[in-house]
């Protein structure tokens, strides 16, 4: 995905800090931070899982954390950005002009989820052992009322819109600018992408994959609208699947 780059004067030469969207200080920073909140993720994971599901209290509050956090580095990101002239708007690039646009994006996004889950089901089936494991802490982190169901909704788009924005957006294009190639921009992003889901301990190998295909996919569109769509779907569908399970399950 290209941006446009600041103009310079005529006579000057665009130094390598001019080409990039941010300052390298900036990137290297958001990747302690990503790493960081995974690795703790992965603690808080282990945890869970062996002392069981928290109350309603405690998951409300780690849900609204997860959204707070997704926020303030999708901040932390487009603060340089806009510097440089990049808007949110701008870097999310949807051209929705008319209908057909639109109708477009939502095709692309429909085969990008389609994509997402051959990866789930291919990593389930290689990972059988370490899967059941992730699914019985994600069964412990899911919503099982309708307050919980309806705060996790919020924390699935929410991570639609900002993870694509943090890896796709900033990210990927921050290491196209660096590499000059946008097949090592996707590869890149993608590694740090599964490395930044933590708490899914062995399974978020299949993350990487998928970082792939959304990379990929936004790469090929410039634009960041239909993974937008296909991520927040995905996040979104699989949750209300496992609380309605639950539910029944109950009755």
């Excluded at 899982?49 to 109350?55: E, I, K, L, W």
């Excluded at 929705?96 to 085969?111: C, E, F, K, Y």
């Excluded at 992408?193 to 410039?222: D, K, Q």
């Excluded at 996040?235 to 209300?240: K, L």
Aim: proline letters at 3%; one cysteine or more.
């Amino acid at each position: 995905m290209s941006q446009t780059i600041p103009s310079v004067e005529p006579n000057q030469k665009a130094s390598p800090e001019q080409k990039l969207i941010a300052p390298l200080w900036h990137t290297i920073l958001l990747v302690l931070v990503i790493l960081g909140l995974s690795a703790n993720s992965y603690l808080q994971a282990q945890r869970l899982a062996s002392r069981g599901r928290m109350s309603e209290g405690m998951l409300l509050i780690g849900y609204l954390s997860n959204i707070i956090i997704k926020w303030g580095l999708v901040a932390y990101v487009s603060w340089p950005m806009r510097r440089r002239g990049i808007t949110i708007r701008k870097a999310i690039n949807a051209r929705w002009s008319d209908a057909r646009a639109v109708w477009r994006d939502l095709g692309i996004a429909l085969l990008a989820l389609a994509g997402y889950y051959i990866v789930g089901i291919a990593g389930a089936v290689v990972l059988q052992g370490h899967e059941a494991r992730a699914s019985q802490t994600f069964a412990q982190m899911a919503p099982h009322t309708a307050l919980e169901l309806l705060v996790w909704i919020a924390v699935a788009l929410s991570a639609g819109f900002c993870e694509e924005f943090i890896f796709r957006g900033y990210l990927q294009e921050q290491c196209r600018r660096l590499t000059g190639s946008v097949a090592a921009a996707v590869v890149i992003q993608a590694l740090i992408f599964g490395a930044a889901h933590g708490y899914e301990s062995w399974v978020m190998l299949t993350v990487f994959p998928i970082g792939l295909l959304f990379g990929a996919v936004a790469a090929w569109r410039e634009s960041l609208a239909p993974t937008m769509i296909a991520h927040g779907a995905a996040d979104t569908i699989g949750t209300v699947v496992s609380f309605l399970g639950h539910v029944t399950r109950r009755i």
